[in-house]
């Protein structure tokens, strides 16, 4: 027979308030099963960064969008200005555009919360595209993050149009700008693109349904989808483990870092207060959007110097930069590619390109396993050439967009600065793309010499037959194994044309992957041999115990012996 024996209620210790809290929402929500949350590990280096930013910059816009909400009258309807603003009373208005006003001039902190609100937009679509560049040349892509990787262009795609959605908004002469030229992009479309312009519009442009359309899209529908999508992205991190670049002990089965408690949430708050401090800073001091110096929206008048926000300069910049140019169809339907080339089909396929990427390397390499280790960008020098090359196009279309303000700055032919813009598309990303995969291929040179031959130490030597050398030590092991343990990528041989006499039924298509293969992987430069790295090591070796091999350079230099001295 067994007994229990209970601890008399004197001698009980007292549960703490915190754990009778704990227990309850456990009881309730089962808290206690997602302890493993807890040792989840963060690896730490600074391009990680980015995604924070971007992250902690998107909760400033939902809270500072919020206040707004409860100020802004998004109505086109007629009105007389009354405010405080001197310049602009008696003139006639929408409400939208007055409202405005009103959170500028009127409503206490009204102009801090809305330079607020457009610096984190701003500062959250610039960190995203950092963001994507980082995952791009590092190769964080590849399986299993492809649909993670289509989730987060998605995400830049939806804040930008987010971005300019809000923008146009106030109603003012620069933003109505803007949408007069997003109405003549939308009916440019071939088929749909009336239809388009009456959904977004709701008929002729400035009409009176654009800026609540605008406004209901701008804090329900764009929002709803970024706040999903964001969610499913960092489950999926939580997921499939964090990245980590190569290095001692990182393998494609760990995470070496920090765990989340209480290491990087420590971190990671600090770093939230940092860039809400930050962006509070840039909006106290730095004006941007001055609304009341625009004026409102007039469809016959236009500003010299009208320039959108940053993320959208490589449009207005395609668009000044294609010359005008229409074609008709039979049945009298007009084509104008002066628009629908530089304004539909180019940021089309820019996007296109970028968001099939990861499926177009994983199809030329074939290559199905997970990847959990990082590329440096110089390990890949195709993919980084191609990277840069896109970046470069994206800013010379950028500055495209300014000709009118660098001819007037400088004092330049503002036809000169668009024949350079025209020509610059061409050849810009061209010369980019030479010259960024001659650099990662000299340092993946570089890289094999330090193996091979060491690092400079500036320490002179004098040699038993009279030579002055430099000394080269070894690296030390961390740094040895870095880079010894990239990925070695060669490309796909050539198909064989026939087989036994049967002609190969597939051989289009192993040729076009054979091709796109040599392009990524040509000419790639090889990582030391086995054999290379021991007679290295033997070398050291001998230097290190001060017995260089008589009458001879010293082998780590890699020079050949001076023949005047035998």
């Not at 493993?36 to 924070?52: A, C, N, Q, T």
């Not at 004092?411 to 995969?437: C, K």
């Not at 290295?536 to 023949?563: C, I, K, M, W, Y």
Request: net charge neutral.
């Amino acid at each position: 027979m067994s007994t229990t024996e209970r601890v008399p209620h004197s001698e009980r210790t007292a549960t703490s308030r915190g754990e009778r809290v704990a227990d309850w929402a456990d009881g309730r929500l089962g808290i206690y099963s997602f302890r493993f949350l807890i040792r989840k590990v963060f690896p730490d280096h600074w391009s990680f960064m980015f995604g924070e930013i971007s992250l902690y910059s998107f909760i400033m816009l939902l809270l500072t969008g919020v206040w707004l909400t409860l100020f802004f009258d998004p109505s086109m309807s007629e009105t007389v200005y009354h405010g405080s603003h001197v310049p602009l009373q008696g003139v006639q208005m929408s409400q939208a555009y007055s409202s405005t006003l009103d959170i500028s001039f009127e409503v206490r902190g009204g102009l801090f919360i809305r330079q607020l609100h457009h610096w984190s937009a701003l500062i959250m679509i610039g960190a995203l595209c950092l963001h994507t560049m980082r995952h791009f040349f590092t190769g964080s892509f590849r399986k299993p993050r492809e649909v993670n990787w289509l989730i987060g262009f998605v995400l830049l795609v939806l804040v930008t149009l987010e971005g300019f959605v809000g923008y146009s908004l106030p109603d003012d002469l620069l933003s109505g700008t803007g949408l007069r030229i997003a109405e003549g992009v939308t009916l440019a479309i071939p088929l749909v693109g009336t239809y388009l312009q009456m959904f977004l519009f709701g008929g002729e442009f400035p009409g009176t349904d654009v800026i609540p359309r605008f406004y209901s899209i701008h804090i329900l529908l764009i929002p709803g989808i970024v706040v999903a999508l964001v969610t499913v992205h960092l489950i999926l991190v939580f997921y499939h483990k964090h990245t980590q670049f190569r290095g001692p002990a990182r393998t494609e089965k760990n995470v070496i870092g920090q765990p989340l408690m209480p290491h990087y949430t420590a971190k990671a708050g600090g770093f939230f207060f940092l860039v809400t401090g930050v962006l509070a800073m840039l909006a106290g001091i730095a004006q941007i959007n001055p609304i009341w110096t625009y004026g409102p929206y007039r469809p016959d008048q236009i500003s010299q110097g009208s320039q959108p926000d940053w993320y959208m300069g490589f449009l207005e910049g395609s668009l000044r930069a294609m010359p005008a140019s229409e074609f008709t169809l039979w049945g009298g339907y007009t084509v104008n590619l002066g628009v629908i080339l530089p304004a539909v089909v180019l940021p089309g396929l820019m996007a296109g390109v970028l968001a099939m990427w990861p499926f177009l390397e994983a199809w030329v390499t074939g290559d199905t396993r997970e990847h959990h280790l990082l590329d440096r960008p110089r390990d890949h020098p195709t993919r980084t050439a191609f990277g840069s090359a896109f970046i470069v196009l994206y800013m010379v279309l950028f500055f495209g967009g300014a000709n009118d303000i660098l001819a007037e700055r400088f004092h330049l032919s503002l036809n000169a600065i668009t024949w350079s813009v025209r020509i610059g598309i061409f050849v810009v990303p061209v010369l980019t793309y030479m010259v960024a995969r001659r650099i990662c291929l000299g340092l993946l040179r570089r890289d094999k010499d330090k193996l091979l031959h060491g690092r400079e130490t500036g320490r002179i030597k004098r040699l038993p037959h009279g030579e002055f050398v430099e000394v080269h030590e070894r690296l030390d092991r961390g740094q040895e194994y870095a880079l010894l343990s990239r990925e070695a990528y060669e490309a796909l041989p050539a198909p064989a044309p026939e087989q036994d006499g049967v002609p190969n039924p597939h051989l289009r298509k192993q040729m076009l992957r054979h091709r796109f293969s040599r392009w990524l992987y040509g000419g790639q430069i090889a990582k030391p041999t086995a054999q290379e790295m021991r007679e290295a090591l033997t070398h050291f070796d001998h230097s290190a115990n001060g017995h260089p091999e008589p009458g001879a350079q010293h082998p780590v230099e890699g020079r050949e012996p001076n023949p005047e001295l035998h």
